[in-house]
Every structure is written in C-alpha cells, then in structure tokens.
Nanobody
Framework: VQLVESGGGLVQAGGSLRLSCAAS????????MGWYRQAPGKQRELVAV????????NYADSVKGRFTVSRDNAKNTMYLQMNSLKPEDTAVYYC??????????WGQGTQVTVSS
C-alpha cells in the first residue's frame, strides 16, 4: 500500500491550494477515503471524507464551505481543493484509506503553510 500526497506549499491567507493523493496497492475504487491534518503540537484530525462513488462527502466544521474533497477512481487519486485558506489551516495534510485493512497505512504528508 502506498499513499503519496502532493500539492502543498506556502500561500497567503485567502489563497487556494489543491492537494492530491495518489493511491496504490489496494482497490481504491471500493475504498472510502479521507483527508487528515496535523498541526504542530496538536493531534491529527479528520478534515474530509468521501465515499467510493463520491456520492457522500463530509467535512470538519472548521473547513466546511471552504474545502472540497473529490476523487477520480480511474486515476486512483483523491483531491482536496482548499479555498479561503486561513493561518489555522497550517498543518501537514495526509490521506488515508478509511478501511480496517488499509487504515494503518500513511503517506509522508504534504505541508501546507498559510501566512497571515
């Protein structure tokens, strides 16, 4: 199992970034997926989830209305479009398979830094 996050960077408050998560080693199309983030000194938190067919998405209250999760099962890739970024969104962002079998696998994450 491999999860590779990319797309992070340094952005000013109010800006946007699009993160990608390339997955391999499991059947992506039948696995619900999630985005997590971990800020320095804080616990990892679940930011967004998406079902296998993209029919259902759910978001943490802190990002609702600003972030959009999507996936392309043909490309084994999940995305996180982040708009109206705030300094408190600064964190390392990780993707994860919401699966008992594959949920223990994590990628290296991608750093998002939002300056005020």
């Amino acid at each position: 199992v491999q999860l590779v996050e990319s797309g992070g960077g340094l952005v000013q408050a109010g800006g946007s970034l699009r993160l990608s998560c390339a997955a391999s080693g499991f059947t992506f199309s039948i696995t619900p997926m999630g985005w997590y983030r971990q800020a320095p000194g804080k616990q990892r938190e679940l930011v967004a989830v998406i079902t296998t067919d993209s029919e259902i998405t759910n978001y943490a209250d802190s990002v609702k209305g600003r972030f959009t999760v999507s996936r392309d099962n043909a490309k084994n890739t999940m995305y996180l479009q982040m708009n109206s970024l705030k300094p408190e969104d600064t964190a390392v962002y990780y993707c994860n398979a919401l699966s008992k079998t594959y949920g223990n696998y994590w990628g290296q994450g991608t750093q998002v830094t939002v300056s005020s």
